[in-house]
């Protein structure tokens, strides 16, 4: 009988310390950066004003970049991003291939009152994505979205004369940075060509950008 009882509590003993161990390494989890990658492609003749922030960590800890870009003319740009961090290492790459030829841009003196509008939020993941356009004369889009507690995925394919504005954020839960945020505003003719996607899973209530 003692045998059993002695059976019995080290059974209850390791159950405990298993789940001590699970409960430490999803705490740790927990406040490990949010991962994604990107793969964005525009074509602007007129006016853009974009701006991009990635990190892995809170304050002077872990890697950062920023990068912003504004102004008229003629731009065709291609960036590569990503935000990679686990438990043994942490990593942030952005690629950016561009061609910018400055002119002029006047908006147009009669604004159309014709809009489209799109937010998609993952409150499992903890990732948004707000596309707004303004149509001047004619907008083509293609938006998949696909999200589930594990990931989501975010395509865009957009051609439009007038004014749109993208934005985007990533941030795991209230107990880590967002390792992205993004917003831009194209104006006159542009092409959109944008995937994101993101992963790991966490609980965050996220506003549209």
Known sequence: MRWILFLMLSIMACIAANMAYVNAVD???DRLAQN???HSWIFVNGYMEESRILQTDTGFKGQK??????GSGMATRTIDSEVYRDSNREEASLTISAN???APYVPPLTQSDLRNALCAKNYEVGSVYSETYNIDKDLIKDTKIYQNDSFSVYEISSEIQGTARIGQRVQKNAKTVPSFMMAGTYMGY???RSETIVGNTSV???PCP
């Not at 970049?65 to 504004?70: G, I, P, Q, V």
Request: charged share 15%; aromatic share 14%.
């Open 100 to 102: 910018y030829d400055y």
């Open 204 to 206: 965050l209530t996220l």
């Open 27 to 29: 705490l740790t989890d």
């Open 65 to 70: 970049m920023a990068l912003t870009t504004s």
């Open 190 to 192: 542009a092409q959109i």
């Open 36 to 38: 994604f990658t990107e």
